[in-house]
């Protein structure tokens, strides 16, 4: 059964760092690129980068790709994103997936479906 369980989150002040994990399974980690993507309250989820299945090559937001970083533990079945500087507009609710070319395909792993994601709460 696949499943994304996202970890991590928390409150901090603006300025601050986060590091979020996701832990996969019940699927091969290492064959697939992932990314991360955010939803704010009242809005609607968002892509905020992605990683290759090797971990050799990274895609961010534009507005993001100089305070987010994403990296991998192919080992462990693990997704990571560090955020630093962080700011109010970041607050939301953090989910990990698979790269969107992967979903939907037959005989694939189900990757329409999403975690709880973790929250991540920015305020003084």
């Known amino acids: 059964q696949l499943q994304f369980v996202e970890s991590g989150g928390g409150l901090v002040q603006p300025g601050g760092s986060l590091r979020l994990s996701c832990a996969a399974s019940?699927?091969?980690?290492?064959?697939?690129?992932m990314s991360w993507y955010r939803q704010a309250p009242g809005k609607e989820r968002t892509w905020i980068t992605s990683i290759t299945s090797t971990g050799d090559n990274t895609i961010y937001k534009d507005s993001l790709r100089d305070r987010f970083t994403i990296s991998r533990d192919n080992a462990n079945y693990t997704l990571y994103l560090q955020m630093n500087d962080l700011k109010p507009e970041d607050t939301a609710v953090y989910y990990c997936?698979?790269?969107?070319?992967?979903?939907?395909?037959?005989?694939?792993?189900?990757?329409?479906?999403w975690g709880q994601g973790t929250q991540v709460t920015v305020s003084s």
């Open positions: 997936n698979a790269h969107p070319i992967y979903w939907d395909r037959p005989g694939g792993p189900d990757f329409g479906s």
């Open positions: 019940g699927f091969t980690f290492n064959n697939y690129d």
